[in-house]
């Protein structure tokens, strides 16, 4: 997560999103850069409402904004499978090395999911609160160039990224009828991510 404090804008770090690079490209430019733990750095809508908020609502009168990005639902899980397939996770607990890719997306769907296939939501992440502390500026993570357009506009900066993170290159097809069952189990979430503007 990082803040910016002068620009009022709290940039939050949904995972699989990319973010990591712009996180190291920024933190030195942030008034307030969260890169550990994960419990922190990730802190979704409903964490950063509950603790980091009340922090410049109460002692500096300031609210921020908040940013974030959001990845196509299939390639999101597709980044968390390739992300559990690395070398070093083979034989621990949520690897996903003799697992194939529809039958990730399937666990997933469950409603208790095994330990591999528990990855969170994208859907829950970005939550809307009660008090109506949410996402005012959301990005695609397929639409790069806005992001960084509007990062470069509302900070006065130029970008400059590098590749970071980076889970290893598989193919990942999912079939026809995985894809129709979990497009029409998540609806909503694939909803989220068409309302999202582009270009």
Known sequence: MLVFFKE????????????????????????????????LKHAPVYRYNRFIRPMYLNVCDAEMELMAVMREPVSWLGSWYRYRSRPF?????NSTHEVSFDEFVLAYMKGKRPGFAEVGSQLKFLERQPNGTGVTHLFRYEDQARLTAFLETRLGIELTLERENVSPPMDLALS???????????????ALYDSIPTG
């Open 176 to 190: 026809p009828e995985v894809r129709e069952r979990f497009q029409r189990k998540f609806a909503d979430e694939f």
């Open 89 to 93: 996770m083979k034989d621990k607990p």
């Open 8 to 39: 009022r804008l709290a940039f939050l770090s949904v995972p699989k999103t990319g973010t990591t690079a712009y996180h190291s490209a920024l933190a030195a430019r942030a008034d307030l850069a969260i890169s550990d733990p994960p419990l």
